[in-house]
């Protein structure tokens, strides 16, 4: 089993749709996680942390559920802009180790 | 907004020579972090630092590569002897606290390195 694992992807989406991308990781020790978004040949960019309750930045929610070892970004009411290769980043119990997901590519359409 | 910054942004090298990767991170900011990206591929973990030390390392992170921060900026990453696989995305990223506070990374625009 991978570390990280995204959807595949990609997703084709219209503005305004609402798209939900999902992610599991392997080590139950892990505590930290994060949802980056990346364009294309630029660096990852933090778009949120994801805590245990659940946590809400506008148009992005996530949902970490540590007993399933799942993480969640649901993105509502969908731009152009949001166009970009979202990763999920697990970083392991105890140590530095930062382990990305292979990301998942979302397309925004008019 | 204080940022990451990595230099040169494209760097050619013949295989088998000496590259050194430079970064400066955050000013305020104790814990950094190298990683690779080959293109098409995922952002792969090479190595943290902190306090002077290598904290972890990778398996990608053997004897070809080390880590020094030689002043109280810079931060850099040095390939001896580089390869054609070396081929890839360098990205230095630094945070303010450890892993376990939930302290996001903060990257630097990256160097893309061609071996040729």
């Known amino acids: 089993r991978k570390e990280v694992e995204q959807d595949p992807g990609p997703f084709n989406v219209p503005e305004g749709a609402t798209v939900a991308f999902n992610c599991t990781y392997s080590?139950?020790?892990?505590?930290?996680f994060f949802w980056y978004r990346q364009d294309c040949r630029k660096e990852p960019k933090l778009l949120m942390s994801?805590?245990?309750s659940g946590n809400e930045d506008g148009r992005f929610t996530a949902q970490l559920n540590r007993a399933s070892q799942y993480i969640s970004l649901l993105i509502r009411d969908s731009k152009l802009s949001d166009s970009a290769t979202y990763l999920c980043?697990?970083?392991?119990?105890?140590?530095?180790?930062?382990?990305f997901g292979a990301g998942t590519r979302l397309f925004v359409k008019a | 907004e204080p940022e990451v910054t990595q230099t040169p942004s494209h760097q050619v090298t013949q295989m088998g020579q000496e590259v050194i990767l430079r970064c400066v991170p955050i000013?305020?900011?104790?814990?950094f972090y190298w990683y690779r990206q080959i293109l098409g591929q995922k952002v792969e973990f090479l190595v943290s630092?902190?306090?002077?030390?290598?904290?972890?390392k990778s398996e990608i992170f053997d004897d070809q590569f080390s880590v020094e921060r030689p002043d109280g900026s810079n931060f850099t990453l040095k390939i001896r002897s580089t390869k054609l696989e070396d081929s890839a995305m360098y990205f230095c990223?630094?945070?303010?606290?450890?892993?376990?506070?939930?302290?996001?990374?903060?990257f630097g625009n990256g160097t893309r390195l061609t071996v040729t």
């Open positions: 980043v697990v970083i392991g119990g105890g140590g530095f180790k930062t382990i």
């Open positions: 080590n139950s020790a892990s505590q930290s």
């Open positions: 630092f902190y306090n002077n030390e290598i904290s972890e």
């Open positions: 994801v805590y245990s």
């Open positions: 990223a630094s945070s303010d606290q450890g892993s376990s506070y939930n302290s996001p990374l903060h």
């Open positions: 000013s305020n900011h104790l814990y």
